[in-house]
């Protein structure tokens, strides 16, 4: 069994995020399965962009912020979920005032290959 904390996380900086994999294929022992937690600080987002293999379930840890899918806005909170599927437009924002968290459970992943914008 592995344990995990969100506040003991080392955090990976990206593009307008910032995220870690506490567990990858290997812990999953599942080819492309990944687990990721994402934060989005205040006013940061993500671009419209879509996955040709991936399917994804975000599922709201805290903050507050929108996911818009295929030109669709949802206002999020949290516990609120969605599966993002192969093809379908998705970006995210923060539009609170603390972080934006968002879990990531990831199936088939492709990798760079997979992402388009």
Avoid at 29 to 48: D, E, H, L, N, Y
Avoid at 49 to 54: A, E, L, N, S
Avoid at 71 to 77: G, T
Wanted: aromatic share 14%.
């Amino acid at each position: 069994m592995k344990k995990g904390k969100i506040p003991e996380l080392e955090w990976e900086e990206r593009f307008t995020y910032r995220k870690n994999v506490p567990f990858g294929e290997n812990e999953l022992r599942c080819k492309g399965a990944k687990f990721q937690v994402v934060s989005f600080a205040p006013g940061k987002r993500i671009a419209p962009h879509y996955h040709r293999k991936t399917c994804e379930i975000f599922f709201v840890h805290s903050g507050q912020g929108a996911i818009v899918m295929n030109n669709k806005r949802f206002e999020c909170v949290s516990g609120d979920f969605f599966l993002c599927e192969p093809s379908d437009i998705h970006s995210f924002e923060n539009t609170g005032d603390e972080d934006f968290i968002i879990l990531v459970f990831k199936t088939n992943e492709g990798g760079d290959k997979d992402i388009f914008f």
